[in-house]
């Protein structure tokens, strides 16, 4: 599965970025595509993901805050993040897997965030 991904960059604390992952050829439905981040000894942490039926997850630290949504035809996921803050200051990598279980099968090569005054 290739993961393609684009946005990223840096922002002040309140301000707000958007993600966007292309993933051509993905086709497991049963499968979210969405974003983790690292979390130190723990590896990849699920951030949100979105099924095709339009499913979503979100990490209890991002609701509220981040906003995911799907484009089937093109199968690209956007990740709208507002209200950013210093700890989501991170390296955001596009995923597929099953979220609500932990479970990160590919992801991308990541594009990082960075949340600073």
């Known amino acids: 599965v290739q993961l393609v991904e684009s946005g990223g960059g840096s922002v002040q604390p309140g301000g707000s970025l958007r993600l966007s992952c292309t993933a051509p050829?993905?086709?497991?439905?049963?499968?979210?595509l969405g974003w983790a981040r690292q979390v130190p000894g723990k590896g990849l942490e699920w951030v949100s993901g979105?099924?095709?039926?339009?499913?979503?997850y979100y990490a209890d630290s991002v609701k509220g805050r981040f906003t995911i949504s799907r484009d089937n035809a093109r199968i690209t996921v956007y990740l709208q993040m507002d209200s950013l803050k210093s700890e989501d200051t991170n390296v955001y990598y596009c995923?597929?897997?099953?979220?609500?279980?932990?479970?990160?099968?590919?992801w991308g090569k990541g594009t990082p965030v960075t949340v600073s005054s």
């Open positions: 995923a597929t897997g099953i979220p609500q279980l932990g479970v990160v099968d590919h």
């Open positions: 050829g993905f086709t497991a439905h049963n499968y979210a």
């Open positions: 979105i099924y095709s039926d339009g499913i979503t």
